[in-house]
């Protein structure tokens, strides 16, 4: 059954009926109503996991890779400033394979001061070993949180849902939340690996030095544990479409992946290609064009193609290329930038792209700081993205 | 790599290379008070009890040549020197 919920609210739902044993949180700005109501699950006594309330976002962070150690399932929240004073945590959490889920609501980064939407948060530990989801909207968010947890727990590898601040966290969408049994058959009661867990009756020393000689070893084979998850994603993606018919997502998409999703004919002119709920005001915008107000029938009239990337890391380089090589222009809409550099997302495809494919690929910066994204804009980059010259472009009015 | 390990099993990482300096005891002036195990932050220093007058020493695979031990041994029994290695 569909309910009209609040994002955060859907999410907290669904941590909910996956039931963490752990749950821990700082309870300040940056901060959602996913903890706030799962604070209350817990004081209303509707739900069992110990909630520690932490006295900051470093300790947030630092409980549950304490609790995800001792072997059992854990969640956190965070955004922004938060997710920076975690980082030293988040990349532990990685480098341990502690198989934790983290939701990020991406918010732009201080100074100025600003709580509104973007993603620069989130783009700032990108390299820090972490799988990286991107929802569009409050059913997908849902559907990442039930796939992060079975993947992170197989793989042993953390996760971060990733969810646009405000546009997402904080608006009202038709949604449908798995009960507790129908996640359960899915994502079965997580058992840790014996031997490798803090067990006072078997004791064992996580996250020890490792001198030189061994380091870069156990760095690669992050790497390369990274690179080959793609094929367990991809596989739990399908088994979790069979489980839960209720996704919304991908249906009216051209080539659906657990990756990316493109919808947009096979000989497109121009490729849009962005991360998050700026896929839906891109959608709506080419809806509109030409009176008809049908997105299926405008993308071809108008030859373009719309590609979401829903994992960002691993960084599903080669689903790329195979989609945007067919278009002359690409233009990567980025909510967050490597400041003297380009668009982050931009410069991952720039770089996978060289030498492949002939297309011109040119960034542009949207929506930092919680700008609204117009269709104005989506338009204007349309007809940016054909004109001379690939430099970075800030798409503000 | 196994990266979950057992305890005491970092002991294979000799870190004694980062020393500059190493603490070099003078056995006949040692009074096996003991300060000087206690005060190490490596947990190196053990009482050599097959030497003709038991002293206590570093076990120099894992010194890192701070000189607490120097500094705290009540009879100055304990002298740092440049580690030449
Ligand atoms: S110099 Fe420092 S590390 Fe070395 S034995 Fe003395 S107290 Fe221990
Ligand atoms: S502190 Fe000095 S006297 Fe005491 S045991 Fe150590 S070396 Fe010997």
């Not at chain 1, 709580?115 to 968010?141: C, K, L, P, Y």
């Not at chain 1, 739990?236 to 004919?265: A, C, H, I, R, W």
């Amino acid at each position: 059954m569909k309910n009209i919920l609040e994002g955060s609210r859907a999410i907290a739902l669904t941590i909910k009926n996956i039931n963490p044993a752990v749950v821990s949180a700082y309870p300040i700005t940056p901060q959602t109503h996913i903890v706030e109501d799962l604070a209350k699950f817990k004081a209303d006594g509707e739900a069992d996991y110990e909630y520690a309330r932490a006295e900051s976002e470093f300790a947030a962070a630092s409980i549950v890779l304490g609790a995800s150690a001792t072997g059992v399932r854990t969640y956190t929240a965070t955004c922004s400033q938060g997710l920076l004073l975690m980082a030293e945590v988040v990349y532990n959490i990685a480098g341990m394979r502690l198989p934790i889920v983290m939701t990020c609501a991406n918010r732009a980064v201080s100074a100025p001061i600003n709580i509104w939407n973007d993603q620069q948060d989130v783009m700032s530990v990108r390299d820090a070993g972490w799988i990286m989801f991107f929802a569009e909207n409050h059913q997908e968010t849902v559907d990442q949180h039930i796939m992060a947890y079975k993947i992170a727990e197989k793989l042993k590898l953390p996760v971060m849902v990733n969810v646009d601040g405000f546009v997402l966290t904080h608006t009202y969408e038709p949604v449908e939340i798995p009960t507790r049994e129908q996640i359960k058959k899915y994502l079965p009661d997580y058992k840790s690996t014996k031997g490798e867990f803090l067990d006072p009756n078997n004791p064992v020393t996580m996250g020890a030095f490792a001198t030189p000689a061994d380091y870069m070893e156990i760095r690669e084979e992050l790497h390369n544990d990274l690179i080959a998850s793609k094929k367990i994603i991809d596989e739990e993606y399908k088994k979790f479409n069979k489980f839960f018919k209720q996704t919304v997502n991908g249906q009216q998409s051209t080539v659906n992946s657990p990756f990316l999703e493109y919808t947009g004919p096979s000989n497109p002119k121009v490729i849009l290609v962005a991360m998050g709920s700026v896929i839906g005001t891109i959608k709506e915008t080419v809806s509109e064009m030409n009176n008809i107000k049908s997105l299926a029938a405008n993308l071809m009239r108008e030859k373009i193609g719309i590609l979401k990337i829903k994992i960002y890391r691993p960084f599903p380089a080669e689903e790329i290329l195979k989609i945007i090589g067919k278009a002359k222009y690409v233009a990567v809409i980025d909510k967050s930038i490597s400041l003297g550099q380009i668009g982050i997302l931009a410069s991952d495809i720039k770089a996978a792209a060289q030498g492949k494919i002939n297309s011109k690929i040119q960034s542009f910066i949207v929506g930092l700081g919680g700008r609204d994204v117009t269709k104005e804009m989506v338009k204007k980059i349309i007809r940016e993205v054909k004109t001379n010259g690939d430099e970075v472009k800030f798409i503000g009015k | 790599m196994k990266i979950v390990v057992k305890p005491n099993t970092s002991i294979k990482n000799k870190t004694g290379g980062w020393r500059t300096f190493y603490p070099e005891v003078s056995p006949q002036k040692c009074i096996n008070c003991g300060l000087c195990a206690k005060v190490c932050p490596e947990g190196i220093i053990y009482k050599d009890e097959k030497a003709p007058k038991p002293y206590f020493h570093a076990d120099l695979d894992y010194c890192k040549g701070c000189g607490l031990c120097a500094a705290e041994c009540p009879v100055k029994a304990i002298t740092m020197m440049l580690d030449n290695k």
